[in-house]
Structure formats: C-alpha cells, structure tokens
C-alpha cells in the first residue's frame, strides 16, 4: 500500500496525491454517490507541418468516418454515445493499417459536450480552436507511425478551417495521456473540478468562467467558457 502511494506521489505531485486518495475513499464510503473529478484542459498548437514523411507509413491510411460506417462497430464505445457525438458536430478520423482499423481520433468545432460530467466547453472567440477526444491506438500499434499519422490528417482538417488551436480535457490522473500530449506541443491551459452527488453537480474553476456553477437538473449542462487568454494569465 505504501509503495503504491510513493508511486502515485512521484507521477502525480503532493496535491493530486491528495485529491486522488480522497476521491478513492468517497467513492468507497458513499458508494459510488460522491464522486470528483478533476480535468487539466491543455493547449496545443495547430501545424500546418506533417510530422510523417510522405515516403513512410504508405500501409497507414486516414479516412474521416461519417455516422453510418461499419468501422464504429468496433469502438469500445456504446453505439448512442458516438451517434450523440455525430449529433452535437463531431468529426470521427479512423487509421486503418493494411486495412485494419487501428486507430481513431474526435474533433469537435467551437464547442463540445462532456460525456463524463454535465458540461459543455465553448471555445472562444468562435471559428478559431477546436477541441480533440477520444485519441486512441490500438495495442499492438502504438509503436507505429498510427498515432503521428492520425494527428497529420486532424492538423491539416484544422489548418484548413484555420484553426489556430486544439484543446482538450485531460484526467489529472492520466499521466500517459498528459505525457503523450506534451510531445505534441501540449501546455496545461488550466484545470477544472466537478463534485457530483446524485443529481447534484457544483463545477468550479479558476481559470475559466463561470468560475462556480451548481446544477440540480440531470438535462442541464452548463457551458464553460475557455477563452483564449484565460483568467490565469
């Protein structure tokens, strides 16, 4: 048990230590009623450069999914969340390798609606970031070129929308995650917490407006502004 404690505390800093054991006890104690959540949203730039050359990965093709394609099937993902997804705007990327699906990678313009907790991020000023999700690699690729070859087709979607940037919310305890997203370019752009009760959810942020929000409707997701210079800066 100490160990694991020593290991959470060298990945994860003294305070998320914290918050990550204490979260753990509550979900223990209330049994699963109280839960909290904490998201680092991070900012990256969008390159107009890809990072593959055109001479290699020619077995790796990108294609953009419409909401009809049999390749969804094979997401670990329930069918209605990716048809809600496709509903509030959103741009599925599938890397297939020799023809086999390998890969895929979300985008959404402007705005995106969290399937975790009750929230909606509203991008701003309009027409200028969009906002990535769901990056995934099979196992038995994530040594390839799949990953770099996904994030080639999304920047070249974004440059030619003219979309300076792509933000995305990350689990504070998902350092693999934080980690791949930082050899990308990747800066931690802010942080964001939910405490859900039942039905009752109180979102708070310094970084971002409403910095207090608290919702009692199930069908209410209150929106965050993520602006492009937030408060913290």
Known sequence: MLAKIKQTYR????ADTVLYMLDKALVKLTFN????HKYYITRQPVSAIASVPPTKALDIEIKQLANDDPTLSTMDRPAAILQQRYAQGGHCFAAFKKEQFAGNLWLNFDEYQEDEVRCRYVLQP???AAWDYDVFVMPKYRFSYVFAKLWDKANSVMTGRGISYVYSRINYYNVGSLQSHKRLGSKIYGAV???NIGSVQLMFSRHFKPFLKLSTNQAEFPALYI???????
């Open 33 to 36: 009623r109280l839960l909290i």
């Open 227 to 233: 602006r492009d210079n937030p408060s913290n800066e």
């Open 126 to 128: 309009t027409g200028h």
């Open 11 to 14: 990945e994860l800093g003294a």
């Open 193 to 195: 917490y939910f405490i």
